[in-house]
């Protein structure tokens, strides 16, 4: 500045989400393996949304794949949520809303009529607060 004083300077990055963004298997298997505290196994992602899902959502940061939700469907009124990730780094910042925004717009341009999605309950504020789902009843069976 003119006065001899210095501005801080900050790095500003912004992160891109995109619907039916691409990706790698390998850099999914390692978002995945950190977000649910398991070994990268080698898993065909690809393979799996192509044959089975509406879409899904990616969120990158500079090339880095920072964030992830996948949206299967029944082909008609149901689309469902599964595996909203978000890097450790990233997160608590908006990301994992803004992913599932995304997927919820685009289900609805599709035309489904419902997005459902489950959960812990250590993830209740997440999704009832902050996304907007209302709490139902469900039933689930372990095989």
Known sequence: MADGTSREECEVTTVHLEWRGDFNNQELSALHAEAFAHPIVEIDWRGRVDAHSLGWVTA????????????????????????????????????????????????????????????????????????????????????
């Not at 794949?65 to 595996?83: E, S």
């Not at 489904?112 to 993830?123: E, G, I, P, S």
């Open 60 to 143: 990158r940061e500079g090339g880095e794949l920072v964030g992830f939700v996948n949206v299967p469907w029944d082909g008609g009124m149901h689309a469902f949520l599964l595996d909203t990730i978000v890097t450790s780094k990233r997160a608590r910042q908006g990301i994992g809303m803004q992913l599932v925004a995304v997927a919820a717009a685009e289900a609805r341009a599709s035309g489904c009529q419902w997005l459902h999605v489950d959960f812990d309950d250590a993830l209740r504020p997440f999704y009832l607060d902050a996304c907007g789902f209302e709490r139902t009843s469900a039933g689930l069976m372990a095989l």
